[in-house]
C-alpha cells in the first residue's frame, strides 16, 4: 500500500476529530443553559473514538483550539490531553510497524 493512503486517511480522520470536537465544544459552552436545544448530542467518548480512528493530531489540535474543552479538561485531571497524546503515540507506533514489515512502501 502506497504512503499516500496512510496520509489521506490520518488528514481525513483528523478533520473529523476537529468536527466533532467542535460540536463537542458546542455542547460544553451551552451545557447549563435550559434553553438550549442541540441539534446532536455528542458525548466525550465519541469523540475519543474518532480521535483515535485515525484523528489523534485531530485531537491535539481541537484542545488547543477550544478553550471550553481545555477548561472542562482542567477538571478532569487533563483526559482529553492524554487521551489527544496516547492516541498520537499509539498511530505513530501503528504506521512504524507497517512500515517496518513492508505493508506501506515509500516509493512512487
Known amino acids: 500500500m502506497p504512503f499516500y493512503w496512510i496520509i489521506f486517511i490520518l488528514i481525513l480522520g483528523s478533520m473529523m476529530a476537529i468536527i466533532i470536537a467542535g460540536q463537542y465544544a458546542v455542547v460544553l459552552k451551552h451545557q447549563f443553559d435550559k434553553d438550549y436545544k442541540p441539534r446532536f448530542i455528542v458525548n ?15 485531537l491535539l489540535i481541537s484542545y ?36 517496518y514489515y513492508q505493508i506501506i512502501t515509500y516509493t512512487l
Open 44 to 58: 466525550e467518548p465519541e469523540v475519543y473514538v474518532i480521535g483515535c480512528l485515525g484523528g489523534g493530531i485531530g
Open 64 to 99: 488547543l483550539a477550544f478553550e471550553d474543552i481545555r477548561k472542562n479538561d482542567s477538571l478532569n485531571s487533563r483526559r482529553y490531553l492524554w487521551i489527544s497524546l496516547a492516541s498520537i503515540v499509539l498511530q505513530a507506533l501503528v504506521i512504524w510497524l507497517l512500515s
